[in-house]
């Protein structure tokens, strides 16, 4: 097990934890203090992509998947953080497919910081400025190196760490990032409220997105609050429950 070490005070921060789940999906939050990590979302791009913001509430954050690829979205995204007085430290990805990368190189450039994602996808990375050529929506790709995520990593920020989960499927290299202690994982492309994600695009294969999903996911908590890659938030237990996708689990 690989430990990635990023350096953080220790403060008193908001986090949500799943009280209840109705049958309609939706969730009911009970907001308390806590030593935890918060999840700030913002939805950026044509496609809708979830591009999320972790902070221990004082100054190190953590920016997954950024996909502001207008040049208003990389404004609001900036002008938050500094609202918030927060200072990204950690730039990582789920997968690369292009929405979900858009704003890797000028997060990148803009608070110099080392792309991270998992070490078999390399091959989205390298596709992504062709399918955004083929979509309309030519983009500079992140030139920087490249930190190659495994299973079971443990990146750190400050007092908290998420842990990394491979998760292929969707893409062959796809990883989510959980974090035990705040009962959450960011899920990319791999899980959706009732859906799952996509298989009919380059490095998809649905068995093996079925296998990670059941094996991995399925594995954890019920509780456990999803953070999708598109759409509102979920949890474990009702996806086990309700998803069309996955009956008989």
């Given at each position: 097990?690989?430990?990635?070490?990023?350096?953080?005070?220790?403060?008193?921060?908001?986090?949500?934890?799943?009280?209840?789940?109705?049958?309609?999906?939706?969730?009911?939050?009970?907001?308390?203090?806590?030593?935890?990590?918060?999840?700030?979302?913002?939805?950026?791009?044509?496609v809708?992509?979830?591009?999320?913001?972790?902070?221990?509430?004082?100054?190190?954050?953590?920016?997954?998947?950024?996909?502001?690829?207008?040049?208003?979205?990389?404004?609001?995204?900036?002008?938050?953080l500094?609202?918030?007085?927060?200072?990204?430290?950690?730039?990582?990805?789920t997968?690369?497919?292009?929405?979900?990368?858009?704003?890797?190189?000028?997060?990148?450039?803009?608070?110099?910081?080392?792309?991270?994602?998992?070490?078999?996808?390399?091959?989205?990375?390298?596709?992504?400025p062709?399918?955004?050529?083929?979509?309309?929506?030519?983009?500079?790709?992140?030139?920087?190196?490249?930190?190659?995520?495994?299973?079971?990593?443990?990146?750190?920020?400050?007092?908290?760490?998420?842990?990394?989960?491979?998760?292929?499927?969707?893409?062959?290299?796809?990883?989510?990032?959980?974090?035990?202690?705040?009962?959450?994982?960011?899920?990319?492309?791999?899980?959706?409220?009732?859906?799952?994600?996509?298989?009919?695009?380059?490095?998809?294969?649905?068995?093996?997105?079925?296998?990670?999903?059941?094996?991995?996911?399925?594995?954890?908590p019920?509780?456990?609050?999803?953070?999708?890659?598109?759409?509102?938030?979920?949890?474990?237990?009702?996806?086990?429950?309700?998803?069309?996708?996955?009956?008989?689990?």
């Amino acid at each position: 097990m690989r430990i990635l070490h990023i350096k953080s005070g220790i403060i008193e921060k908001t986090t949500v934890q799943v009280k209840t789940i109705p049958k309609t999906g939706e969730i009911d939050f009970d907001l308390k203090k806590a030593i935890m990590l918060t999840v700030k979302r913002f939805i950026f791009n044509p496609v809708q992509e979830n591009t999320y913001v972790l902070y221990d509430g004082k100054d190190a954050c953590c920016i997954i998947d950024p996909g502001c690829y207008f040049q208003e979205e990389k404004q609001t995204l900036a002008s938050w953080l500094k609202d918030q007085h927060l200072v990204p430290t950690l730039l990582l990805n789920t997968h690369c497919h292009l929405d979900h990368v858009f704003g890797n190189k000028w997060v990148a450039d803009k608070y110099g910081l080392q792309l991270q994602f998992g070490e078999y996808e390399q091959p989205s990375f390298d596709f992504a400025p062709r399918s955004g050529e083929q979509w309309g929506m030519p983009f500079e790709q992140y030139t920087g190196e490249i930190l190659y995520l495994k299973e079971g990593d443990l990146i750190i920020l400050g007092n908290d760490e998420l842990e990394v989960l491979f998760t292929p499927g969707h893409s062959v290299g796809h990883v989510v990032f959980y974090n035990r202690p705040g009962g959450f994982i960011i899920g990319g492309d791999v899980l959706f409220r009732l859906g799952i994600g996509r298989t009919d695009i380059p490095g998809g294969d649905a068995e093996t997105l079925l296998k990670s999903i059941r094996t991995k996911l399925f594995s954890l908590p019920a509780e456990t609050i999803v953070y999708p890659g598109h759409g509102e938030p979920t949890t474990i237990g009702y996806e086990k429950e309700l998803n069309p996708f996955l009956g008989n689990v």
